[in-house]
């Protein structure tokens, strides 16, 4: 059943980031796939036939962009920050983990 395999991933989700085996890699596709998921589902619904003169909805989807734009340029930041400081962060105790949180 859907909710043997909810409980079975959830645990293993668990014994992932506690155990620190794959926390980092787990941290990277949170911040990384569904934003980057996102990202292209708000740029192709730019593409095609859009009606401009829909002020509304156009204003909609330029906060969209800008917002997920802006997401990416903190996420920028962030990386070449850690990749820098990677040699010092990786000594604090349950830094994958709080980084997932």
Same mark, same amino acid.
């Given at each position: 059943? *859907?909710?043997? =395999?909810? &409980? ?6 668990? %014994? +992932?980031?506690?155990? &620190?085996? &794959?926390?980092?890699? %787990?941290? /990277? !596709?949170?911040?990384?796939? @569904?934003?980057?998921? *996102?990202?292209?589902? !708000? %740029?192709?619904?730019?593409? &095609?036939? !859009? ?15 800008? /917002?997920?734009? +802006?997401?990416?340029? $903190?996420?920028? $930041?962030?990386?070449? !920050?850690?990749? =820098? ?9 349950? @830094?994958?983990?709080?980084?997932? $949180?």
């Amino acid at each position: 059943p *859907k909710s043997y =395999f909810a &409980g079975a991933s959830l645990l293993l989700f668990f %014994l +992932m980031v506690f155990s &620190g085996f &794959g926390t980092r890699l %787990l941290s /990277t !596709v949170i911040g990384f796939a @569904y934003p980057s998921y *996102k990202s292209f589902k !708000v %740029l192709s619904s730019l593409a &095609g036939d !859009v009606d401009w003169s829909d002020t509304e909805a156009t204003k909609l989807r330029i906060d969209a962009v800008q /917002t997920w734009l +802006m997401y990416w340029v $903190c996420y920028s $930041c962030f990386n070449l !920050v850690e990749w =820098f400081s990677d040699s010092l962060l990786y000594w604090l105790p349950f @830094y994958w983990p709080g980084k997932l $949180c």
